[in-house]
């Protein structure tokens, strides 16, 4: 059976080193990825109150859940390092993964409205998380505007991904769909400092064909077509797009393969 991390206590789940004082200590101030998440425009003073009401970094070993879906919506989840996926079950059981997110970006925001989760999210790799409860969030919203803005700068940056998921999973065809979907992923990473052109793929290939509503043996076509195209190469889950413009230009729909 699939766990969930418990937030109840200190102790870790079984092949994950406990979080030491320094960790437990570490706040927004020393972050890496503060730039990208709520601390962004906030002075000092103010960051200072932001991590004050940061229960804890927590580890969610790979595999591990964090939330189910059905959950009761307490706090949302800063992704300090790592990689999850979010998925609704089926009444079949069969899963559909509505999204991937990595480190900077915010997880549970869909339980805003609801006050209960509405997919699980899952770990793709050992990773790490901020928790902030949303009551006392809120209430620094009120003290401090700049944090307010930040946070509904997020908010539309979560809906226009939708919208951009909703018209992936539209009319796209499937060479289209494959190609904006390494071009998301290669524009998310570049502004995390990374490599724009050369990433490591956390989720398997069936994975990425059930996001795309695409079956395995499609995707595993493509990355041969895109391979035969010289716009790719590919080692197991490493990605070196070798010619990015032409792969934006398959994206976008202005040039067929």
Same mark, same amino acid.
Request: with cysteine.
């Given at each position: 059976?699939?766990?969930?991390?418990?937030?109840?206590?200190?102790?870790?789940?079984?092949?994950?080193?406990?979080?030491?004082?320094?960790?437990?200590?570490?706040?927004?101030?020393?972050?890496?990825?503060?730039?990208?998440?709520?601390?962004?425009?906030?002075?000092?003073?103010?960051?200072?109150?932001?991590?004050?009401?940061?229960?804890?970094?927590?580890?969610?070993?790979?595999?591990?859940?964090?939330?189910?879906?059905?959950?009761?919506?307490?706090?949302?989840?800063?992704?300090?390092?790592?990689?999850?996926?979010?998925?609704?079950?089926?009444?079949?059981?069969?899963?559909?993964?509505?999204?991937?997110?990595?480190?900077?970006?915010?997880?549970?925001?869909?339980?805003?409205?609801?006050?209960?989760?509405?997919?699980?999210?899952?770990?793709?790799?050992?990773?790490?998380?901020? &928790?902030?409860?949303?009551?006392? @969030?809120?209430?620094?919203?009120?003290? *401090?505007?700049? =944090? /307010?803005?930040? #946070?509904?700068? !997020?908010?539309?940056?979560?809906?226009?991904?939708?919208?951009?998921?909703?018209?992936?999973?539209?009319?796209?065809?499937?060479?289209?769909?494959?190609?904006?979907?390494?071009v998301n992923l290669s524009?998310r990473y570049a502004v995390?400092?990374?490599?724009?052109?050369?990433?490591?793929?956390?989720?398997?290939? &069936?994975?990425?064909?059930?996001? @795309?509503?695409?079956?395995?043996?499609? *995707?595993?076509? =493509? /990355?041969?077509? #895109?391979?035969? !195209?010289?716009?790719?190469?590919?080692?197991?889950?490493?990605?070196?797009?070798?010619?990015?413009?032409?792969?934006?230009?398959?994206?976008?729909?202005?040039?067929?393969?």
């Amino acid at each position: 059976m699939t766990q969930i991390v418990s937030f109840r206590n200190h102790s870790t789940p079984s092949g994950m080193p406990p979080l030491s004082v320094h960790d437990l200590r570490t706040g927004c101030s020393t972050c890496s990825m503060r730039e990208l998440c709520l601390p962004v425009g906030l002075d000092n003073d103010d960051m200072v109150r932001l991590d004050q009401i940061i229960r804890r970094r927590r580890r969610v070993p790979k595999g591990h859940l964090l939330y189910r879906a059905g959950d009761p919506f307490v706090s949302l989840y800063a992704i300090r390092l790592g990689h999850f996926k979010t998925y609704q079950t089926h009444r079949e059981g069969t899963q559909q993964i509505t999204g991937f997110l990595m480190t900077g970006e915010m997880l549970g925001m869909d339980a805003i409205s609801s006050e209960v989760h509405q997919c699980d999210a899952m770990a793709l790799e050992d990773s790490e998380v901020c &928790e902030i409860p949303f009551s006392q @969030l809120e209430q620094l919203f009120s003290e *401090i505007p700049t =944090l /307010l803005r930040q #946070f509904h700068r !997020m908010m539309s940056h979560e809906i226009t991904r939708e919208q951009g998921v909703m018209l992936l999973l539209g009319s796209m065809p499937a060479d289209q769909r494959f190609a904006a979907f390494l071009v998301n992923l290669s524009s998310r990473y570049a502004v995390r400092g990374f490599s724009a052109s050369s990433f490591h793929l956390r989720m398997g290939r &069936e994975e990425i064909g059930n996001y @795309l509503s695409l079956t395995i043996e499609s *995707i595993s076509r =493509l /990355l041969s077509k #895109f391979k035969k !195209m010289e716009i790719l190469k590919v080692d197991n889950r490493t990605i070196n797009i070798t010619d990015l413009p032409r792969l934006r230009r398959v994206a976008a729909g202005t040039e067929t393969i």
